[in-house]
């Protein structure tokens, strides 16, 4: 069987689509386990840039295929390390000896990674498949802080809910009807995530208020909502889609991606915005200046800029990439996608995140007595 | 050169002093001194003299509470479960398969608990444990992400530490002690609970020491049944130190959680202390 192959069919049993038997089976593990640390590929040193390189990203974000193909390329295998919150990423790589080379942050977090000297400028001899020209500007922009590039856009989203719609009397479009039908209908069924800026920030969309709202008096109400449904969640987690999957949860705060690949295998499942607004966001690759291994780093990121191999990323994880020679190689369904492509006006909407909300200690602490309560 | 008798004891004491100062008494004394300060700007630690963060510690009761009664209550039914296994294997069951038998108790905790615990998630989610009870008409249950799917993590993943001091304890139970009772007339229900349970007591004294202590710490179980809902003091502190990164409240929060687990174990300690003074009382009349 082929490492790919292998990679999709663990993929397919973590989401919970396939049995264990059928994962067990196709892949030959239960009679292989031990044949399989001899097999394992040991090529050294390709290209000079080791044999690992370390990713900190999040979940269902990177293609296996393409970072197999990266180290069949290099030999260097990626090892990826995902993540629920910013928060906990910065902290992590804050707290020192973290080890990676490349770190997935979102927009409103670079600022704060530039200004504790976290992550360097970029190098862009080092990065030939990088066109500036072909970014967006709206999505790239957060990525130069004071004339210097020290991110590049990975892929753009929304923040939204995805439910079971068989579940729903009617369709949810706001932020209102997810807490509301939280502590009624599907009491039991929904989860939040385990993430201050969105869990916070959608409570305070029900209020009407801003995504990035840190007024002490505003907040107070947001986390008076969050204590209040609590009891009706299913979890506070960041890695949703097994529970939506498996029938156990119904509703969820969700990202652009997840609900594509949530809905794209059970067309039941949708993916909405809410009127009153949330969150539209950028991801970006970044190398923290404690990177072990930074030519890796390098290396990794301009294979990932080829159009071709990004063009395969965003087939993989459903989220738009905000590169015109990405875009170009989209297919029509894909470009004109509402859940990639959410209509304008549900955009306009929609906030950046700001970078108060990553330092505020007030929204640091809500989200953490949320979760003890 | 010949080391006088006083040289060589600090020499020999030398490593293991070293070993206490380096790991224990020093990382300790930075969370005590991280306790009294404030959060830094961006998060961390900025050294300040407040009792601000143990003023804030209200805040975290409902984590307190939730270890406080499933650390105990998952330790008595660790023990509930694994004393009657222990007793079967150690007195009950035909030598022949005694090794077979324990083999059978080892080998899934050679799995590493959090695969172990992973299953769980399988077992207890709604296609698992609750679509056999509905198949089977037995109303709609839900498990995962509840204290009772905390309780079983717990119990399944600490058995074996329970397990196994009372089954040692047990096994060298003197059989004559038995038969001597039989003699004297007394029904193998006292012999029971006269001979045997008491014997046993040590085993059970160790084992629940083990259990609870680790309980009182405890992180990956909540964290990956509880699904964010049944929070120990663990999960909170974790949280503080990443997600919140407050490591001023955090270190409060573990100094507490020290205090508190010191003040259990003592009363633990004068507890047993009083029962074996009881039984030697009972041994003298």
């Known amino acids: ?373 | 050169m010949a080391l006088s008798n006083r040289q060589a004891r600090w020499l020999l004491l030398g490593p293991a002093g070293l070993w206490y100062a380096m790991l224990l008494v020093l990382p300790l004394a930075v969370v005590l001194v991280y306790s009294f300060g404030e959060r830094g700007a961006a998060g961390g630690y900025q050294p300040a003299f407040t009792l601000a963060q143990y003023a804030n510690l209200a805040t975290r009761w409902t984590a307190f509470k939730n270890t406080l009664m499933l650390a105990p209550l998952g330790t008595v039914a660790a023990l509930l479960i694994a004393y009657p296994l222990a007793y079967f294997l150690a007195v009950r069951v035909n030598p022949r398969w005694r090794t077979l038998l324990l083999v059978l108790v080892i080998v899934p905790f050679w799995t590493s608990i959090l695969i172990r615990s992973y299953a769980w998630i399988f077992l207890l989610g709604g296609r698992g444990i609750p679509a056999l009870l509905a198949d089977l008409g037995l109303g709609d249950w839900r498990l995962i992400n509840t204290p009772f799917a905390v309780l079983v993590g717990i119990v399944y993943g600490y058995m074996p530490l329970m397990f196994f001091p009372i089954y040692v304890s047990l096994e060298k139970l003197d059989r004559k002690l038995l038969e001597a009772a039989s003699d004297l007339g007394s029904p193998p229900w006292r012999s029971f609970v006269q001979v045997t349970l008491p014997l046993s007591l040590p085993g059970v004294a160790t084992g629940s020491m083990l259990v609870f202590i680790l309980l009182m710490g405890e992180y990956l179980i909540p964290q990956m049944l509880g699904g964010g809902k049944v929070f120990f003091v663990g999960n909170a502190l974790v949280d503080l130190f990443l997600q919140s990164r407050n490591w001023a409240f955090g270190s409060a929060m573990s100094v507490t959680l020290v205090a508190v687990m010191l003040v259990v174990v003592t009363l633990y300690m004068r507890f047993l202390k009083r029962i074996g003074a009881a039984r030697e009382d009972v041994g003298l009349m």
């Open chain 1, 1 to 373: 069987m082929k490492k790919t192959d292998f990679m999709r069919e663990l993929r397919r049993y973590h989401k919970g689509s396939v049995s264990r038997r059928h994962f067990l089976g196709v892949t030959g593990l239960g009679a292989a386990t031990a044949v399989m640390a001899g097999s394992l590929p040991m090529r050294a040193f390709a290209q000079g840039i080791g044999d690992r390189v370390s990713m900190a990203t999040w979940p269902n974000y990177d293609d296996p295929d393409n970072l197999a193909a990266f180290q069949d390329k290099t030999g260097a295998a990626v090892q990826v390390n995902v993540f629920g919150s910013n928060e906990e990423m910065f902290a992590k790589l804050q707290a020192g000896g973290a080890g990676w080379d490349v770190v997935v942050a979102t927009n409103y977090t670079i600022s704060t990674y530039v200004g504790a000297k976290m992550i360097e400028p970029l190098d862009l001899s080092k990065l030939p498949n990088y066109d500036a020209a072909a970014f967006e500007a709206r999505f790239a922009g957060p990525g130069t802080v004071d004339g210097k590039l020290y991110a590049i856009p990975k892929l753009w989203g929304t923040t939204g809910m995805a439910f079971d719609s068989t579940r729903a009397a009617q369709p949810l479009d706001s932020w209102k009807g997810f807490f509301d039908i939280t502590r009624t209908e599907f009491s039991g069924r929904t989860i939040i995530h385990d993430y201050q800026l969105t869990a916070i920030g959608n409570a305070l969309k029900y209020f009407g208020y801003s995504f990035n709202s840190v007024d002490p008096k505003e907040l107070a109400e947001a986390e008076k909502l969050l204590i209040e449904v609590k009891p009706h969640l299913f979890a506070i987690t960041s890695d949703y889609q097994p529970a939506m999957r498996n029938g156990d949860a119904w509703l969820t705060m969700c990202w652009t991606g997840d609900g594509k690949q949530l809905n794209r295998d059970m067309p039941e499942i949708h993916y909405a915005l809410g009127k009153e607004g949330g969150e539209i966001w950028s991801d970006f690759y970044c190398i923290p200046t404690s990177a072990p291994n930074r030519e890796g780093a390098y290396a990794l990121l301009n294979f990932l800029l080829d159009p071709q191999v990004n063009a395969r990323e965003a087939l993989f994880h459903g989220y738009p990439v905000p590169d015109s020679r990405v875009e170009a190689l989209m297919s029509d369904e894909m470009r004109n996608d509402p859940i990639l492509h959410p209509a304008a006006d549900l955009l306009s909407a929609l906030e950046f995140g700001a970078a108060v909300t990553l330092t505020d200690p007030n929204r640091a602490e809500i989200m953490a007595r949320f979760k003890a309560a």
